[in-house]
């Protein structure tokens, strides 16, 4: 089956530092998803990004399907980006539901 | 926006008891899944449904078994719980198509 990793799996970063995680993925996909975890363990949709770019505040991200792999941006960091982040993609084999695979996650932790 | 609910956000049962853990979305959404998360392992699909009554097993279903009689709902069942179906169980609602996953608070469930 298809391989997510993700890198690097564990950051720390000064408030206010930027930082990019990445995704690499073994096979092409139909839809790519990045979560943010945070210490309470509630799961929050960043980005849905098949390919392309989006920005939302200080993050965004891009996708570049043909070479397999996805980047986060995270801009002026906050303690509250703390968490994990993960990326997760879904390859459709003839049908219809979207079955996501997960990464390995990047535990983030900004300290103030 | 969308608002996937899990009824519990924390659970202590012992062991061979049968677990209920229930997940309502208010979206009209098509698909549900039922997720387990574990330190090393990641998030794992243990069912997903499609459509009323329709159910598939996902990567990891043993000891599982699911219930979706209404649109909104997806029941996920431990028949007879065991220690090590201690885990943190994520539920998500999907539309379907190119339409990204969100995701429920999780249920912290310790089987002691």
């Known amino acids: 089956g298809i391989q997510v990793e993700q890198s690097p799996p564990d950051l720390i970063l000064q408030e206010g530092a930027n930082s990019t995680l990445r995704c690499n993925f073994s096979?092409?996909?139909?839809?790519l998803q990045w979560f943010h975890q945070n210490p309470w363990g509630q799961l929050i949709n960043l980005f849905y990004?098949?390919?392309g770019t989006k920005q939302n505040g200080r993050l965004s991200a891009t996708t570049v399907a043909t070479e397999r792999y996805s980047l986060l941006y995270i801009s002026s960091s906050q303690t509250t980006d703390s968490g994990v982040y993960f990326c997760a993609v879904e390859r459709r084999y003839g049908g219809a539901t979207n079955k996501l695979i997960f990464g390995t996650g990047t535990l983030l932790a900004v300290q103030p | 926006d969308v608002k996937v609910t899990q009824s519990s956000r924390y659970l202590v049962k012992r062991t061979g008891e049968k677990v209920f853990l229930e997940c309502v979305q208010d979206m009209d959404h098509e698909n549900m899944f039922w997720y387990r998360q574990d330190p090393g392992l990641g998030l794992r699909l243990i069912y997903f449904s499609y459509d009323v009554k329709m159910k598939e097993k996902g990567d990891i279903p043993e000891g599982y078994s699911v219930s979706r009689e209404k649109k909104e709902r997806f029941s996920l069942i431990l028949e007879s719980a065991s220690t090590n179906q201690t885990s943190m169980y994520l539920c998500a609602s999907s539309q379907g198509g190119n339409q990204p996953q969100h995701f429920g608070d999780g249920t912290r469930l310790s089987i002691l």
């Open positions: 990004i098949p390919s």
């Open positions: 096979d092409s996909v139909n839809n």
